[in-house]
């Protein structure tokens, strides 16, 4: 049995220090509850503080490189579908040249006629090539070359869209179809410029199956990345919670003995 003393109350002492142990969990827990986090400063965990970090920093580098390739896919569908209807008016002159030529049947003035709306649809893959742009950014003169998107955190993580120039002379269009002999050179530029403009439409197309599937990996990646990230910084709140019932039990009876163990050296009194 420890000894009746008034100088000093080791268990009131005791008390006091339990109670200073108890009141601080019961912060970090009611902190930790009420942010979800774990570790939300460095002093909580140094290594883990720092892990989540670098994982914060990359899950906003793929973020960003979502919307970077999400951005190319949207600039490329506008080339492709300009692309498309270029295809679509070379088709027509085609028609145009291989009607122009058959001379047994046709006279100088339906030939003449064919020639004007050749010319008219020149001028129209022309206006095509010119209105088509991205913002302020022409796509198909030829100036969008090497254009790079940053699909990623790391500056490694890049992809460079090249669009070649499409109007109707860098396609090989050319020549008049008012006469037999001119609509016969122009069936065969024709065909040059429809070879030409798939060529371009081909590469276009892989661009953008290879931009969409960067978005799809980046997705995919920002998500495991925030469930890494939440494995290294998240409180497990049922757990915690339980902590909490539990500090707040102390708290409490440990009020009430720091209460009995202060009352303890008034028994000195019974002996006096």
């Keep these: 049995m420890s000894s009746l003393v008034v100088n000093f109350n080791a268990e009131a002492a005791n008390a006091v220090l339990n109670l200073d142990s108890t009141n601080t969990q019961l912060s970090q827990a009611i902190q930790q509850l009420s942010s979800g986090l774990a570790v939300q400063y460095s002093y909580q965990g140094p290594a883990s503080w720092s892990i989540s970090q670098f994982l914060q920093y990359q899950n906003a580098g793929d973020t960003q490189g979502v919307a970077n390739a999400t951005q190319g896919v ?22 145009l040249a291989t009607s122009s030529a058959n ?8 030939q003449a006629a064919n020639n004007t709306q050749f010319q008219a ?3 129209e893959i022309n206006t095509i ?15 969008y070359a090497s254009e790079t998107f940053q699909v990623g955190f790391q500056s490694s993580n890049t992809f460079s869209v090249t669009i070649s120039n499409s109007t109707a002379s860098a396609l090989g269009v050319s020549g008049t179809i008012s006469t037999s002999a001119g609509a016969s050179a122009a069936i065969t530029s024709v065909k040059t410029a429809l070879n030409n403009i798939s060529s371009i439409g081909s590469k276009i197309g892989s661009g953008q199956v290879q931009l969409q599937a960067f978005v799809q990996d980046l997705q995919t990646m920002s998500t495991n990345v925030q469930a890494a990230n939440s494995s290294v910084v998240d409180v497990n709140m049922a757990q915690e919670m339980t902590q909490f019932t539990t500090d707040q039990i ?5 009020l009430s003995m720091l209460g009995q163990a202060q009352a303890n050296p008034t028994l000195v009194l019974k002996l006096l």
């Design 129 to 143: 090539v010119s209105n088509t742009t991205y913002g302020t950014q022409g796509l198909l003169s030829g100036a």
């Design 250 to 254: 102390l708290l409490q009876s440990g």
């Design 121 to 123: 649809l020149i001028s």
């Design 103 to 110: 001379s047994g049947a046709m006279t100088s003035t339906q």
């Design 74 to 95: 949207s600039v490329l569908n506008i080339a492709s579908g300009a692309i498309n209807q270029i295809a679509g008016i070379l088709d027509q002159m085609e028609q």
